[in-house]
């Protein structure tokens, strides 16, 4: 079975077609952008933090606080940029991912140590991490082998992470979790933060029909979980298309019922979780394009 | 794909280690808990901008609808909703650093004749399956004094 799930993580077919080079470097790029965006958006919020209340991941073990009331939040956001830029566009020392990776740990921790514990940034997080290992542990191969690693190994934690989430309902609650009366209690939570975020708040019209009956309350958890328990099949390229399908209907479900949209994360989705490499190569000047020297050299790879 | 294996069975086994000395947490990795325990009561926080100290029902708990017209905008300034309600309904000990911190994240100094009351939101499911959602005043904030919630905290001196 582990050797079933290697070989559908890390083969890709075609894997010297435009099309595969095409997704692998989107899935590079997307990487860079929102890293990018999470790294400086953060790096402006730290310096007002004043106290730890949660420490997580490495703030366990040194104090993060050297991060708030200072620039130090901006100067790891340069280095962050520096040292993901060079290996994007250069595409030499690719195992600078790996640095930029530690230090986007350190920039998450400092931002939240407020005691929230959000995940919408963990794709990227993972995709990070994973263009750095795939650097060091593959430093011998090609960019194309390095990517195709970072490709997998964040499929396989994105079926986990969901498949454990379900986990983590059925144990804590049990079945009874798809009670719709428990998203009665956090549709009125999340009224509350939208309140105190815009200072007003109206119900549209799926959490007006949750509230309204308890069996269409129900139906919109049951779904939630259905989905995220099924999550391990996108390891499975047979299945990857239709549980992520699924995924993303969970993620609009969340949006529309408690406020909480996972941009990055519904993007990610749809940017791996489609046979994009297929679908490309099918198209008529592909094969010539995947011949093109410019391209290769400056905007894929060889 | 003999070292993508032994890299992947490797890399799991850390983050297992991980995450299950460490609650479920070590970013990236996560067992993604949020939402696992349904139907426990909760607690937010919002900030009521006050325009009438000398009101009689100022330090009552309230049903939300009584505060939701005050309500101010956090996003207009600056302050972070989730940090805000995380960090006045995870504080156990309000001392005069917790209490500072609160301060200085709402920067009210820059903001005269401002009188922003923190205030806790507690929710929870009743027998009649009915959600009922209430909030505690816990803070007023002006822009030279705080003054604690003298029902909460009768015993100590307000600063």
């Not at chain 1, 106290?51 to 620039?71: C, E, H, K, Q, R």
């Not at chain 1, 934690?157 to 498949?163: A, D, E, H, R």
């Not at chain 2, 000395?21 to 939402?35: A, Q």
């Not at chain 2, 609808?65 to 156990?92: C, M, Q, W």
């Amino acid at each position: 079975m582990i050797d079933r799930i290697i070989k559908n993580l890390f083969e890709f077919e075609a894997p010297d077609s435009l099309g595969t080079k095409i997704q692998l470097r989107a899935f590079e790029v997307f990487t860079f952008i929102y890293l990018m965006i999470y790294a400086w958006e953060w790096a402006f919020y730290i310096p007002r933090l004043s106290t730890v209340v949660l420490p997580l991941g490495l703030a366990n073990y040194i104090d993060i606080s050297f991060f708030f009331n200072n620039n130090i939040s901006v100067y790891n956001a340069v280095l962050i940029t520096l040292f993901s830029v060079y290996p994007l566009l250069i595409k030499k020392q690719r195992w600078l991912y790996a640095i930029a990776a530690f230090l986007f740990h350190l920039q998450y921790v400092a931002r939240f140590s407020q005691g929230e514990i959000p995940h919408s940034a963990n794709l990227v997080g993972f995709s990070i991490l994973a263009l750095g290992l795939g650097a060091v542990f593959f430093r011998d191969k090609s960019i194309r082998h390095q990517l195709i690693f970072a490709f997998g190994f964040i499929l396989f934690y994105l079926g986990l992470g969901y498949t454990t989430a379900a986990f983590s309902k059925l144990i804590a609650t049990g079945i009874t979790w798809v009670d719709g009366k428990h998203l009665w209690l956090w549709v009125g939570e999340k009224h509350i933060d939208i309140l105190s975020k815009y200072g007003e708040f109206q119900l549209n019209w799926l959490q007006e029909l949750a509230l309204s009956s308890k069996g269409i309350a129900t139906s919109v958890l049951l779904f939630g979980l259905f989905s995220e328990f099924f999550g391990f099949m996108v390891w499975f390229k047979k299945f990857r298309w239709a549980e992520i399908v699924l995924l993303i209907g969970l993620h609009i479900g969340i949006d529309l019922t408690m406020n909480i949209f996972f941009a990055a994360f519904t993007y990610q989705l749809i940017l791996m979780g489609f046979p994009w490499n297929r679908w490309i190569n099918r198209l008529p000047s592909s094969q010539n394009l995947n011949k093109n020297e410019f391209l290769n050299h400056w905007i894929l790879f060889k | 794909m003999k070292k993508e294996k032994k890299l992947m069975l490797i890399i799991f086994l850390i983050s297992s280690i991980l995450l299950a000395t460490h609650e479920g947490e070590f970013w990236p990795f996560s067992i993604y808990p949020m939402f696992s325990q349904a139907g426990n009561p909760w607690s937010r926080g919002l900030v009521e901008d006050v325009q009438d100290s000398s009101r009689a029902d100022l330090w009552d708990t309230k049903p939300l609808h009584v505060v939701e017209p005050r309500t101010l905008a956090l996003k207009e300034y600056g302050i972070h909703e989730i940090d805000f309600a995380n960090y006045i309904s995870k504080t156990k000990v309000w001392d005069n650093t917790k209490l500072n911190g609160l301060r200085s994240t709402f920067q009210i100094d820059n903001y005269p004749g401002k009188m922003w009351m923190a205030t806790r939101v507690v929710g929870h499911l009743t027998e009649q399956d009915s959600v009922v959602i209430e909030a505690i005043p816990m803070f007023l904030f002006t822009s030279d004094t705080t003054i604690k919630n003298p029902r909460l905290f009768p015993e100590e001196l307000n600063d």
